[in-house]
C-alpha cells in the first residue's frame, strides 16, 4: 500500500527535524577555535556551549512522551521546532559568551524533544509489517548528521563567520514548522488523555529526573577537562548523580502517574535493549571522538578533512538501511542482523589495531566502510524490531529511554576515550622515556647522525643554536609520537572488549513473535 501525500509529508518534517538537531550537536564543535577568539573566551569557558547543550538534551529525552501526552503532541512538538529555531537565531545574534550559553541550553531543552518525537512520527506512518523502512528512514538522517556537523560547520565558519552555523537553522526551521503545521495533528490515544482531568504533576520526580540525569551528563561532559574526582564540582555532580537516579526509580514506582514508566524495563526488549542501544552509542561517539585525535595527531588533518573522512561510511550506512529494511519486512531474525552488526564492529576495531603513521588514506576509509556497513546492522533492527513492540504512549517512552541511552552511552564513550589517552600516555610515555638515553646504543647512533647532518648555520636557521639541541628535539619528537601511537593501540584493543560485552544483553533479549499494530497517526 503506497503512502498518503499527508503521511509522506510527516516524514519529511520528522527527517528535516531530527537533521537538524543532530547537526547542531557536533557543528559547534569545528568553530570552537573561531568563537573563542571573537568573545574573548577560552577553551574552557567556550566548551559550556557544547556542555550546556548536551545537558539539556538529556534532561528532555525520556520525558518527551510524558510532555507530549501532557501538553498536546501537535503543540509540543511544533512549539519545540518554532523555539528551537527562534533560539539558533538568538545563539547567532549572542553578543557575549553568556548570552550564547543561556541560549544554547534553551536550544537544547527544545531540541532534546525533536529526535524521539520524530521517531515516533516516523513509525507511525507505518504498518506493523513495514517497521524495518521506518526504522531505515529515521536511521538515514540519525547516521549522516554526525558526518556533515563537522563538515558544515567547518566550511560555514570559513567562508561566512561562526555565527551562520545557527543562523543557517532559519530558513530550515521555518519549512519545518509550517509544513508540520499543516500535517501532524494528535492521534486518538493522545486526544482521549487530553481530555481527561489531568493527574497533579509529579514535581519530585520530575526534580529527582532533572538533577540526576544533568549532574550525571555534566559529570561525563567535563569529567576529564576538569581531572576527575580531584574537582570538587565533579565530586558534587556525581554524587548528586548517584543519589538522584536510584531515588527516581524509587519514586516513580510508587506514584500512580509516573513521569517514566519505569516498570517498562520488567521487559526484556527493553531492558536488554537499552544496553544494546548504550554499547552501540559508547562505539559510535567515542569512534567519532578517537580518529579525529589520531588522524590530527598522525596526519595533520584539520577539522574539515576529518568531517570528509566520515561521509562515504555515512553514505555506505544510508544505502545499506533500506536493504536491512527491506530484509526485516521479508522476517529475517532481528537477532541474527544485531549480531552481524556488532561482529562488523569487532572487524573495524580489528583494523583500527594495524593503523600506524605509514596507514594510507584507502586502509583508513576500509576501516570506515566497514563502521558504515556496520551501524546499518545495527541501527535499523534495534530501533525497528523494539519500537514494534509497543504503541501509543509506550511507544514513544521507549522510543526516549532509547535516544537517552543512546547519548548517555556516547558521552561515557568520549570520557572513556579522553581518560584512557591521557592516562595511558602517561605511562607509556615514562615506559618509553626510561629507554631514550645516550647509553643506548641505538639512541646514541641517531643523536650523532642527526646532530652531524645540522650545520651551526642550518641550527640556527631552524632556530635552535646547535645541532645537539635539533637531534634532541627530534628524539623528542618521535617520542610522543611514538607514545601516542601505543595510546591509541591499546585504547583500540579496550573498545574491541567493550564492543564484545554486547553480546550478553544480545543472548538474552526476547522478542516476541507478532509486533504489536503501530497505531494510526491520521
Not at 550537536?25 to 571573537?38: E, F, Q
Not at 646504543?441 to 645541532?467: D, H, I
Request: glycine share 8%; with cysteine.
Amino acid at each position: 500500500m503506497a503512502m498518503s501525500r499527508q503521511s509522506a509529508l510527516i516524514v519529511f518534517v520528522a527527517v528535516l527535524a531530527s537533521l537538524l538537531e543532530i547537526i547542531d550537536s557536533s557543528i559547534v564543535n569545528v568553530a570552537l577555535p573561531t568563537m573563542m577568539g571573537n568573545l574573548g573566551a577560552t577553551l574552557e569557558d567556550i566548551s559550556m556551549v557544547v556542555t550546556g547543550y548536551a545537558i539539556a538534551n538529556a534532561i528532555v529525552l525520556p520525558v518527551s512522551a510524558w510532555l507530549g501526552e501532557r501538553i498536546g503532541r501537535r503543540t509540543y512538538y511544533l512549539g519545540c521546532i518554532a523555539l528551537f529555531t527562534a533560539t539558533s537565531v538568538a545563539c547567532g545574534l549572542a553578543p557575549n559568551l553568556p548570552t550564547l550559553i543561556v541560549f544554547r541550553i534553551l536550544q537544547g531543552l527544545a531540541g532534546g524533544a525533536l529526535l524521539p518525537t520524530s521517531q515516533t512520527l516516523i513509525y507511525e506512518q507505518f504498518p506493523k509489517e513495514k517497521a524495518g523502512m521506518a526504522g531505515a528512514i529515521f536511521g538515514m538522517s540519525v547516521m549522516i548528521g554526525p558526518a556533515l556537523g563537522p563538515v558544515m560547520g567547518g566550511y560555514l565558519t570559513d567562508n561566512f563567520g561562526w555565527r551562520s552555523i545557527f543562523n543557517v537553522n532559519l530558513p530550515l526551521g521555518m519549512l519545518t514548522f509550517f509544513v508540520g503545521a499543516l500535517v501532524i495533528f494528535d492521534p486518538d490515544y493522545i486526544k482521549e488523555k487530553k481530555d481527561k482531568v489531568k493527574p497533579a504533576l509529579d514535581s519530585i520526580g520530575l526534580a529527582l529526573l532533572v538533577a540526576g540525569i544533568g549532574c550525571l551528563q555534566y559529570t561525563l561532559e567535563r569529567g576529564q577537562p576538569d581531572d576527575w574526582f580531584s574537582s570538587g564540582t565533579i565530586c558534587f555532580t556525581a554524587t548528586v548523580a548517584a543519589i538522584c537516579l536510584p531515588s527516581f526509580i524509587w519514586w516513580e514506582l510508587r506514584v500512580p502517574n509516573p513521569i517514566i514508566n519505569v516498570r517498562l524495563f520488567k521487559e526484556s526488549v527493553v531492558a536488554f535493549g537499552v544496553m544494546l542501544m548504550g554499547c552501540l552509542g559508547l562505539f559510535l561517539y567515542g569512534l567519532v571522538f578517537a580518529l579525529p585525535i589520531f588522524l590530527s595527531n598522525t596526519f595533520h588533518y584539520d577539522a574539515t578533512q576529518v568531517g570528509e573522512m566520515f561521509i562515504p561510511g555515512s553514505l555506505l550506512t544510508m544505502v545499506m538501511m533500506p536493504v536491512i529494511g527491506r530484509l526485516m519486512q521479508a522476517k529475517v531474525n532481528p537477532k541474527l542482523l544485531i549480531f552481524l552488526g556488532f561482529t562488523c564492529l569487532e572487524l573495524t576495531c580489528v583494523i583500527m589495531t594495524t593503523f600506524s603513521p605509514l596507514s594510507s588514506r584507502e586502509q583508513i576509509l576500509y576501516m570506515l566502510y566497514m563502521r558504515g556497513f556496520a551501524l546499518a546492522f545495527l541501527f535499523v533492527p534495534l530501533n525497528s524490531t523494539i519500537l514494534s513492540q509497543f504503541s501509543g504512549l509506550q511507544m514513544g517512552q521507549v522510543s526516549g529511554l532509547l535516544n537517552l541511552f543512546r547519548q548517555i552511552g556516547g558521552s561515557m564513550g568520549i570520557a572513556m576515550v579522553a581518560t584512557l589517552l591521557d592516562v595511558l600516555s602517561k605511562q607509556n610515555y615514562l615506559d618509553l622515556v626510561s629507554k631514550v638515553s645516550l647509553l643506548n646504543p641505538n639512541v646514541q647512533s641517531y643523536y650523532m647522525q642527526v646532530t652531524g647532518a645540522f650545520s651551526n648555520k642550518l641550527a640556527r636557521e631552524v632556530g635552535f643554536n646547535w645541532g645537539s639541541q635539533t637531534a634532541l628535539k627530534t628524539l623528542l619528537y618521535k617520542l610522543e609520537a611514538q607514545v601516542f601511537m601505543l595510546s591509541f593501540l591499546q585504547l583500540v584493543f579496550v573498545m574491541m572488549f567493550l564492543v564484545g560485552l554486547a553480546y550478553i544483553p544480545l543472548a538474552l533479549i526476547r522478542f516476541k513473535r507478532q509486533a504489536v499494530k503501530i497505531v494510526d497517526a491520521h
